[in-house]
């Protein structure tokens, strides 16, 4: 019998955390940190697992929402082994030592809140085995020695360097978590790789499945777009401010626009850009011919970056048309493209392009749906700005639309699907196209602390 639990990143896009007991086996899926919630409230339910077996934990890729709660679930069962990609290991020490300081920060308004150290992150990173994409391994609990050993294997899952889905067999039952999947190319990576095979539980992320796909172009089409609106901007003497997300956004969007004006569709100025995505660049340009690229023999660090941290007074990037590409994607207070939005928002001439998610909550948010003129507070304790420079709206997703959501199932061709990392409404459109196309195929909506057996 498998009984697959939620713990975090159910209905929700935030905390993913999953627990499979597979024959007396606890296997973790993705361990992740809710990036709007502090503290305690930020973490997977933990306690849901407190009395159960915890095993192996299976990392699917380096992003905050599917990674930084690991170290809190090392505190808790520290004999569990951890597994993932090559590529997210290397991810994953840059990324949780770079939130030391901000975990610090957190624990300070929560006594139940034990923020991790540099220390503690130098012992994790150095027990996190890794292996090869497709190469079959096999895990085993250490309680519960069973006949039956488990088999796992990683497949590419097109969204950012060194993400995976993850494919589990036991006892003839095959079960598939997409992780978060991408099924179309980007400038840098390709689309993912499915496993070759029929499977019985498909463990299925629908972050796009309220959108309508037509505003979903082809990463090339949108790049186009981009440009056109870019152009008037830079034309007339503006710059471009885009939040991004430091990990795979950053590197996308840059290699994007360095395409764009190698082929002289875009006006060549210069490009600002810093932080910790100077160091993943490096990574994504090291691993390049160990992963899916579009274009192996390209890299990053072949682009003129200026580095915007060198920059002391704002104002001199309104000298020249430029671009400033800067984390966080969702403009989170105190981040450099918070602090550099307010600079851009008093300016007419210019623009900030937003190219990824916002949640609601978040500075962001309110720049990406602020009217010209309108009166907007970034901070908590800020002053209201008027709206004077331009905001576009471009869709450079990462993750599978609802079509290529259903064609995920129509090629794994499951008996159950697992709907997780979602929102409700996202939920009524790949839930209901699954029932109706698929009539033998049972659906299921995760919820936190709600069992689920397959």
Known sequence: MIKFLPLGGAGEIGANCYYLNIAGTGIILDCGMHPQKTGMASLPNFSLIENLPVDYALISHAHQDHLMSLPFLVKKHPYIKIITSRQTRELAELTLHNSVSIMQEESRGDSEFHAYTHEEI???????????????FEIEGYKHKSNELINVSFHDAGHILGAVSILIEHSEKKIFYTGDINSTNQTLLKGCELAEQTID???????????????????????????????KILNRGGSILIPVFALGKMQEILSTIWELMRKNKLTTV???TGGIGSKINWLYDTNRYLVNMVDKEFQIKSIPLKNLNEVENPEDFFKYPCIVVASSGMMIEGTASCKLGK???NKKDCGIFIVGYMDEKTPGYKISNARSGAKIKL?????????????????F????NREGL????????PSNVILVHGDEAATGWVGNKILCEFKSIKVFQAEIGKEIEV
């Not at 130098?122 to 079959?136: E, R």
């Not at 901070?379 to 869709?395: D, Y």
């Open 201 to 231: 539980t498909l463990i299925l992320e629908y972050t796009y499945g309220a959108t309508d796909s037509s505003e979903i172009l082809l990463w090339t089409k949108e790049a186009e777009r981009f440009a056109a609106e870019a152009n």
């Open 406 to 413: 259903v064609e995920i199932v129509r090629k794994l061709k």
């Open 379 to 395: 901070a908590s304790f800020g002053e209201e700005q008027i709206v004077k420079c331009s905001i576009k709206h471009f869709r």
């Open 270 to 272: 210069d490009i600002y």
């Open 397 to 400: 997703s990462a993750h599978a």
């Open 343 to 345: 600079n851009w928002l």
């Open 122 to 136: 130098d012992l994790l990173s150095q027990t996190i085995d890794f292996k090869p994409v497709i190469d079959v």
